[in-house]
């Protein structure tokens, strides 16, 4: 069955709802699901608890959503570029759980499949470790890690074919099939949308099995950091670096 929709906007309207938990992929700008973003923004659902890297930068991915005051709970490994993330959370208010990069992969990893928690050494002796049941293997101590079960998961691909099998482009992969999996009810939208088929099974880094609901990608792509080298032939080329 084919899990391509023509108004992800409807349907993805119709699954939110105030005080649900939303991952998202991507880290920065790279690989992030704009175009769900947007949808999210757009229906001005709120109190939102919010699991992904950061949060983007001011005015462009997750940004939007903290600005337009959507956003109560972040779950995430660093404030970023975001300045208004930074503010929100030096005035306390946001509530920001900090959780390492390695962590909250596994954590998402985790509740896609079926694990509750995990230990991990990551954290101890840390603020990150606090209030949290610690145990001892083999003369090491680890740090009782829960996993993160979304209500909703929103993710970004390369190419997908019309069973909501999903591929990457190199780096774009980064939290991207760890969102995937550990979302109730996720939508995906692509650059590439190909017949079934067309993408190679060792090919797939998402099975369609934890995809509902598939768009076709059409907003453009942001970067965050530009880096313009100069031509060896060019005299007149400068290296910049623009936000």
Known sequence: MSKVTDDAAAQLTAVLRDG????????????????????????????????????????????????????????????????????????????VEFVPQGTLAERMRAGGSGIPAFYT?????????????????????????????????????????????????????????????CGAVTFAEAEHIVAPGRIEPDDIHTPGVYVHHLMQATAEKDIEQRTVHPRPDSPHSQTQEVA
Not at 81 to 87: A, G, S
């Open 121 to 181: 050494p990551t954290g101890y002796g840390t603020p990150i470790a606090e209030g949290k049941p610690t145990a001892e293997f083999d003369g090491r101590t680890y740090v009782l890690e829960r996993a993160i079960t979304a209500d909703l998961a929103l993710v970004h691909a390369h190419t997908a074919d019309h069973f909501g099998n999903l591929r990457y482009r190199l780096t774009a992969r980064n939290f991207n099939p760890m969102a995937a999996m």
């Open 20 to 95: 649900m938990t939303i991952a998202v992929g991507g880290f920065g700008l790279c690989g992030i699901p704009t175009d769900l973003i947007t949808i999210v923004r757009d229906s001005g659902v709120k109190d939102l608890t919010v699991a992904s890297n950061n949060l983007g930068v001011d005015g462009k991915g997750l940004g939007l959503l903290l600005e337009n005051g959507q956003i109560t709970k972040v779950l995430s490994s660093y404030v970023g570029e975001n300045k208004l993330f930074m503010k929100q959370y030096i005035d306390e208010e946001l509530d």
